[in-house]
């Protein structure tokens, strides 16, 4: 935390892992600061010695927040929600809790680090789009016949979850890799509705302090 | 679930996403019965229409209990933890919770994906083996670090939780993939201390309904 006793979020504009978290932080108003930290510039200021120390797998987001340092968005979403938990982002019945796991654990282990830039820059280069292309389609399609039977006006039921806060930045990421979205009519309707929303506005990787000006909108 | 209103686990003995849930319900005492489904045989039984209607992910584990299917293992533990909380998987203190989650996920998210048979079933064989053992290592390096700060007896302190269930399946599948495992002596000293538990015997991959006898211990 800061002097002031602010949050200190280290995040990278573009960075889908971070966005989760941004928009956490913007849903339940806590008031933070965040250290810009560029994954290409000088090589990747996460491989510094300094943000090791802060965070041994050299990823963002991390949060620093009362006295403790957490990494992985899930784990950073699931300690605000349990700490501020208003508004909620899991909802009480525990049935309808298993599906906003289900589909965030769908997104954050079985989507996003099969096309993380990490995991990119080890193939050749001309793979490097057929493979996160693949990587996400084949999880939109499963995550659209999932959304059939949960999703409301947002991912599970009529209210904004930690699924949604997966979703919205896993569809940039689509986008940003050239992936079709029309066969996925329920996670465009949800992204689209989800968009809307001033929490997810103020945390687009497009209005970032480090959002470079001709990214900027 | 069955007639007799068993939970119905669809597993393969050598999935380490499934024997972290095999854990769970052996700690939390659970009866319940298992649909083995190989992930090689005719072609990969998972990719059975029968089975894409039971999760479009394609993926091993899926748990029915209570009426309802979940896939994902974190999801279903989550699930059991909430449903079942004896013996608690979770640390009561927020702040401690914080550090399982996020162990949990640097290997469920961070590791596995990484090395999981879908991915490596896209690189040339000649690469595969390399591939898997950097992915691993990277990952214990930083929770080698990680766990300096938060282990005890177990990953986070001196009760079992959701953590250590992800830590031994993962060790396991570094020992498959011939990662040298003595820079990491307290990933070692862990997994030593939980292979003494029944919960990990039982559920242990060489004792599944599934496994081959040659691999029978």
Redesign the interface.
């Known amino acids: 935390m800061t002097e002031s006793g602010k949050p200190i979020l280290y995040s990278y504009f573009r960075s889908s892992c971070s966005w989760r978290v941004r928009i956490a932080l913007a849903l339940k108003n806590i008031d933070y600061e965040t250290i810009p930290t560029n994954l290409i510039k000088d090589g990747g200021q996460q491989f510094s010695k300094e943000f090791q120390a802060l965070?041994?797998?050299?990823?963002v987001p991390v949060l620093k927040i009362?006295?403790?340092t957490?990494?992985?968005?899930?784990?950073?979403i699931?300690?605000l929600e349990?700490?501020r938990p208003t508004p909620r982002l899991l909802p009480q019945d525990?049935?309808k809790?298993?599906y906003v796991?289900?589909i965030?654990?769908?997104i954050?282990?079985?989507i996003?680090?099969?096309q993380n830039l990490s995991?990119l820059k080890?193939l050749r280069q001309e793979n490097n789009l057929p493979?996160a292309q693949?990587a996400i389609s084949s999880?939109f399609?499963?995550?659209e016949?999932?959304l059939q039977g949960t999703a409301g006006k947002y991912c599970v039921g009529d209210e904004v979850t930690m699924a949604d806060l997966c979703l919205v930045p896993q569809v940039a990421n689509a986008e940003r890799f050239e992936v079709d979205l029309t066969p996925y009519p329920a996670i465009s309707r949800i992204n689209k509705t989800l968009l809307a929303l001033e929490a997810f506005q103020v945390s687009h990787p497009c209005r970032q302090p480090d959002t470079p000006p001709e990214l900027r909108a």
Do not use: C, F
């Open positions: 965070n041994p797998m050299k990823q009362d006295g403790i957490i990494g992985q968005s899930l784990a950073i699931e300690y349990e700490t525990p049935k809790r298993a796991h289900m965030s654990n769908l954050v282990s079985g996003q680090p099969l995991v080890q493979w693949k999880g399609q499963a995550l016949q999932i």
